[in-house]
């Protein structure tokens, strides 16, 4: 049985989540590579783009534009499972829009720390 949310893995994951959110509105490009899972494995489901495999997600970062990446977190739910697996679910505001958004990911513990493993993004409308 996986204990959920041990305190002190809630904040390994918590600070992740937070190094993620800094390296996504500010644009740091190598940072956000960094924190998914270099695997054929990875998924990213985007607003408007379904990504399969770390170097389609890779080339996808590299291409966007670096401009109103900023936004509101409204709400952030995360959730360890053990030691080694967790979920993040947030909803979000970008500046000058009023509809809500929403991203979920998985994260896996790694030798060289937490990944990404699978991520989604979208939207209410």
């Known amino acids: 049985m996986h204990e959920i949310n041990l305190p002190e893995v809630l904040a390994e994951?918590?600070?992740?989540?937070?190094r993620y959110e800094r390296a996504l509105t500010g644009n740091a490009v190598a940072e956000l590579d960094a924190l998914f899972w270099s695997s054929p494995t990875t998924i990213r489901y985007g607003a408007s783009e379904n990504l399969y495999g770390y170097a389609a997600i890779q080339q996808f970062r590299a291409q966007r534009p670096g401009k109103g990446l900023?936004?509101?977190?409204?709400?952030?739910?995360?959730?360890?499972?053990?030691?080694?697996?967790?979920?993040?679910?947030?909803?979000?505001?970008?500046q000058g829009q009023t509809r809500?958004?929403?991203q979920s990911q998985t994260w896996l513990r790694q030798a060289e720390g937490w990944r990404v493993v699978s991520a989604h993004v979208s939207w209410m409308d």
């Open 13 to 18: 994951v918590s600070a992740e989540c937070d």
């Open 70 to 94: 900023e936004r509101e977190v409204l709400r952030r739910e995360i959730t360890t499972y053990g030691r080694d697996i967790a979920t993040s679910h947030l909803e979000f505001r970008r």
């Open 100 to 102: 809500i958004g929403r």
